[in-house]
C-alpha cells in the first residue's frame, strides 16, 4: 500500500468521520475511472445513498468508502481524489455523531 494510500485512509477515518454526505460521495463516485456495470451492480459499488443512505449502518458506509479510495488508486486516480476529499468542508462530511443522532 502508497503512503498516499495509508494517509488517505486514516485522514478519511479521522475527526470521527464517516462519509462523504451523499451528494459529495456521488461526485467521488462519478470521478472514479473505468466503472462498469456488472450483472445487477457496478464495479466499483455505487455509493451507500439515497434509499441505502438510511438503512446502511456507519460500518457499511466506512468499508465502502475506503472500497472507492482503494480503487482510485489501482486506477491511477487518487491524486484527484485526495485532493476532492481533503478539500471537503467539515459540513460536507458525515460524523459518527450524527449517526449516533440518528439511531
Given at each position: 500500500?502508497?503512503?498516499?494510500?495509508?494517509?488517505?485512509?486514516?485522514?478519511?477515518?479521522?475527526?470521527?468521520?464517516?462519509?462523504?454526505?451523499?451528494?459529495?460521495?456521488?461526485?467521488?463516485?462519478?470521478?472514479?475511472?473505468?466503472?462498469?456495470?456488472?450483472?445487477?451492480?457496478?464495479?466499483?459499488?455505487?455509493?451507500?445513498?439515497?434509499?441505502?443512505?438510511?438503512?446502511?449502518?456507519?460500518?457499511?458506509?466506512?468499508?465502502?468508502?475506503?472500497?472507492?479510495?482503494?480503487?482510485?488508486?489501482?486506477?491511477?486516480?487518487?491524486?484527484?481524489?485526495?485532493?476532492?476529499?481533503?478539500?471537503?468542508?467539515?459540513?460536507q462530511w458525515f460524523y459518527m455523531s450524527?449517526?449516533?443522532?440518528?439511531?
Amino acid at each position: 500500500m502508497s503512503d498516499k494510500l495509508s494517509d488517505l485512509l486514516e485522514f478519511v477515518k479521522s475527526e470521527n468521520r464517516i462519509c462523504p454526505n451523499p451528494q459529495e460521495w456521488q461526485v467521488l463516485w462519478e470521478m472514479l475511472p473505468d466503472k462498469k456495470q456488472v450483472g445487477l451492480g457496478w464495479e466499483p459499488p455505487t455509493p451507500l445513498i439515497l434509499a441505502a443512505w438510511w438503512e446502511a449502518p456507519a460500518l457499511s458506509k466506512i468499508v465502502r468508502l475506503a472500497e472507492h479510495i482503494q480503487y482510485a488508486a489501482e486506477h491511477g486516480a487518487l491524486d484527484g481524489v485526495d485532493t476532492y476529499l481533503r478539500g471537503l468542508k467539515p459540513e460536507q462530511w458525515f460524523y459518527m455523531s450524527e449517526e449516533k443522532r440518528r439511531l
